[in-house]
């Protein structure tokens, strides 16, 4: 399998426990630093070249949206569960925009998820 590069972004500047449910699943995580990253996860991800993006932030949609408009990202917000992120993947979504949820478990199966589809 090939290593798949996930770019996370924040709106409180979090997202670490995301990444380090992306690395145990096998991909690389970026972490944009600072408030307000995931209005950047576009940019960041067209940069790094990622894979998929992740956005977190109240609504689950303001990054997410921001990308999708920006780059043509294939978008999916407002979720509130890990398995609407699953789902989004395995309809070819690349950025994913989430309610706050930092937790290793979402990391995780959204990789797995990711690494399954371009198998």
């Given at each position: 399998?090939?290593?798949?590069?996930?770019?996370?972004?924040?709106?409180?500047?979090?997202?670490?426990?995301?990444?380090?449910?992306?690395?145990?699943?096998?991909?690389?995580?970026?972490?944009?630093?600072?408030?307000?990253?995931?209005?950047?996860?576009?940019?960041?991800?067209?940069?790094?070249?990622?894979?998929?993006?992740?956005?977190?932030?109240?609504s689950g949609g303001a990054g997410a949206i921001t990308a999708q408009t920006k780059?043509?990202?294939?978008?999916?917000?407002?979720?509130?569960?890990?398995?609407?992120?699953?789902?989004?993947?395995?309809?070819?979504?690349?950025?994913?925009?989430?309610?706050?949820?930092?937790?290793?478990?979402?990391?995780?199966?959204?990789?797995?998820?990711?690494?399954?589809?371009?198998?």
């Amino acid at each position: 399998m090939s290593q798949v590069v996930v770019v996370i972004g924040d709106r409180l500047g979090k997202g670490q426990n995301v990444a380090k449910g992306v690395e145990s699943a096998g991909g690389k995580a970026i972490v944009i630093a600072g408030v307000g990253a995931d209005m950047r996860l576009g940019d960041v991800m067209k940069a790094e070249n990622a894979d998929l993006g992740i956005s977190f932030c109240g609504s689950g949609g303001a990054g997410a949206i921001t990308a999708q408009t920006k780059y043509g990202y294939q978008a999916h917000y407002g979720m509130r569960s890990i398995d609407e992120g699953v789902t989004a993947i395995n309809e070819g979504k690349r950025v994913l925009g989430f309610g706050f949820n930092d937790v290793e478990e979402l990391g995780k199966r959204i990789t797995e998820a990711l690494l399954k589809a371009k198998a």
